[in-house]
């Protein structure tokens, strides 16, 4: 049971992503092109889904176990430190360049697209080289 | 700056933004599980028996949505993707994207839906930051090269 929920989320997500236009890399460029014709229809995907999830996890911080009986993962680290803004700036440039973040590109992969299949290779490879380098540091 | 009134799809994208909402509140309540796709991704790097399932299902859903997509909805809600980006800056901003979520701890969705829904200042630096650097990339090759 619980496989299919999740299933259904991932799913509901996806849809989310190509209704919203995320999945558009023409339309996130549009957004982040202020310059231009700005077009603010993003800022609308990020409102929606804030006030929703706003509510969700307001009523989650209330219970102290999940409806699955499972633990609430809550993320532990909160400080504000170089790897968070180093890596969000790096990963900013790439949601630039190509109008691509990781859901929105694993979705139009599955949709046949073969720039987004390249797209999602070469993100697997940098996520691993990101694991290299934390290794070689440690 | 001017709006542009032919792309902009207010009542969709509001659409789009609430299932997104939905989604990641629901996981989080039914699953106590973070959707963020740059951890889910993560977690799978070093899969384990009890922690891979819930997350290969979530992605196999997330993957099967396009499929769905075409047999449920109206194809004028749907937008087709266009790609301005050659193949080399294709390849040069999924290593940027891949690199920086996984140093950065997170993505659009793990930072910006969630962290902001939690109310985490963390997630919302990291949101204000790749968002800054999203704004100038796109200023520096629609204005400037």
Known sequence: ?138 | MHIDWLHFTPVSSLLGGILLGIAAGALFLNSGRILGITGILEGLLTPTPEDSPWRLTFLLGLLASPLVAKLILPADLLHAPHIDANWAMVIVAGLLVGFGTRWGGGCTSGHGICGLSRLSVRSLVATLSFMGTGFVTVFVIRHLL
């Open chain 1, 1 to 138: 049971m619980q496989r299919v929920i999740e299933f259904l989320l991932g799913l509901t997500f996806g849809l989310g992503l190509l209704i919203s236009g995320m999945t558009d890399p023409g339309k996130v460029q549009g957004f982040l092109d202020l310059a231009g014709a700005w077009d603010p229809s993003l800022a609308f995907v990020m409102g929606g889904g804030v006030l929703v999830g706003l509510l969700g996890f307001g009523v989650a911080k209330k219970k102290i176990i999940s409806f699955s009986g499972a633990l609430f993962h809550w993320p532990k680290v909160t400080q504000i430190d170089r790897p968070l803004v180093l890596g969000s700036l790096m990963f900013g440039m790439g949601w630039g360049l190509a109008g691509f973040c990781p859901g929105p590109a694993l979705v139009t992969m599955a949709s046949g697209n073969d720039k987004a299949l390249v797209f999602v290779l070469a993100m697997l490879v940098g996520m691993v080289l990101f694991d290299r380098f934390k290794k070689r540091d440690n």
